[in-house]
């Protein structure tokens, strides 16, 4: 029995560095390919990420500085408590991760935690349902740019917002009976770092400077992964992903010519929901579905990313799993809800 444990250890000890062996072994295969995918990944990051995301960090940042989450927190802590079990600075993380995306919301959450302004279990519940993706990408990019229509970017969000707040007050019941320590004292004493015209100058270079960090982590994510799915792609591994999942399709009633895009979405989302919402189905309701979980479960893309702005903190990454798996199944089920009982919303052919 020893022995065998002693193998398992072994093998998980060597499984990260093969993967790792292995995937410098196809950047030097498939070079001519990842080249291309890589300048891809980088246009994305410079002409969509940076324009989109990079004023909210900066913006967010400096409202951090100031009394504003203190005073929203006194304002509708009598809805974020009842509801979500969290102190009502915590609406600060909810509003800017539905107004700017992702990763937002952990952004804010990990924020939250280093200042003190939530406890640890208060902010494993925010990062659960916060992080979430922008009306921007869901309605301008999804809906108008690979649908075509703008009323299926807003049936995409409605649902996106309603499974989040969803999974929000599930997560209320996280670590329900832990005593968490009332750090907000300790939070509304301390005006050292309080925006001024004597320091704004400071403040402002710091604030620009600490987003610049998360938005050059983001593109090195995006490139990386844009890299990642090519070499998928490139040596027919996304097929063979595709039979693993093609029968649990089939008893979905589902066509398998969703599921090269499906698994690329999980992979990387943006890549993945292109594929999904440009396939020609006569029941769209399916690429609408399909492409409403996509956008709750983020991908594994975001999922690093997410896991990289907590790192320096003591939370976990566990809630903001079970989270996304949870927010892609509700807002599957809502969209499917929608779509079935509401005329306005019928696509099909």
């Not at 022995?3 to 499984?15: A, M, S, V």
């Not at 295969?29 to 940076?50: C, Q």
């Not at 649908?147 to 299926?152: Q, V």
Request: net charge positive.
């Amino acid at each position: 029995m020893r022995k065998n444990n002693f193998y398992i250890i072994k093998i998980k000890q060597f499984i990260i560095p093969f993967i790792l062996v292995l995937f410098t072994i196809s950047l030097i295969i498939f070079s001519s390919t990842n080249l291309s995918s890589a300048k891809n990944g980088l246009i994305l990051w410079a002409n969509s990420i940076v324009p989109s995301l990079f004023p909210f960090f900066v913006a967010t940042e400096l409202l951090t500085h100031t009394n504003l989450i203190y005073n929203m927190g006194k304002l509708l802590n009598k809805f974020m408590k009842p509801f979500f079990n969290i102190r009502g600075e915590g609406c600060f993380a909810l509003i800017m991760g539905i107004i700017s995306g992702y990763p937002m919301g952990a952004k804010i959450s990990a924020n939250f935690r280093k200042n003190n302004i939530c406890s640890k279990e208060e902010c494993e519940r925010l990062l659960s349902f916060t992080n979430n993706s922008g009306p921007l990408f869901i309605i301008g990019t999804v809906g108008i740019t690979m649908f075509g229509n703008s009323t299926i970017g807003f049936l995409l969000l409605l649902t996106h917002l309603l499974a989040s707040l969803t999974v929000g007050f599930l997560f209320r019941f996280w670590k329900y009976k832990t005593k968490e320590k009332n750090n907000l004292q300790k939070y509304e004493s301390n005006k050292i770092n309080e925006i001024t015209l004597s320091n704004l100058g400071g403040i402002i270079g710091n604030s620009i400077t600490n987003s610049i960090n998360t938005i050059l982590l983001i593109g090195g994510f995006v490139v990386l992964f844009s890299v990642i799915l090519n070499i998928i792609k490139t040596s027919n591994l996304l097929n063979i992903l595709c039979n693993f999942i093609n029968p649990i399709f089939n008893l979905l009633n589902i066509p398998t010519s969703f599921s090269s895009g499906f698994i690329s979405g999980i992979i990387e989302l943006t890549n993945g929901l292109n594929i999904i919402c440009t396939l020609p189905e006569k029941k769209i309701s399916i690429n609408i579905i399909l492409a409403s979980f996509l956008l709750g479960l983020g991908g594994i893309s975001v999922l690093l990313q997410v896991w990289s702005v907590i790192s320096k903190t003591d939370l976990s990454i566990k809630p903001y799993i079970i989270g996304k798996i949870l927010h892609a199944c509700f807002s599957a089920f809502y969209t499917f809800l929608f779509l079935k009982n509401f005329i306005i919303f019928n696509f099909d052919l």
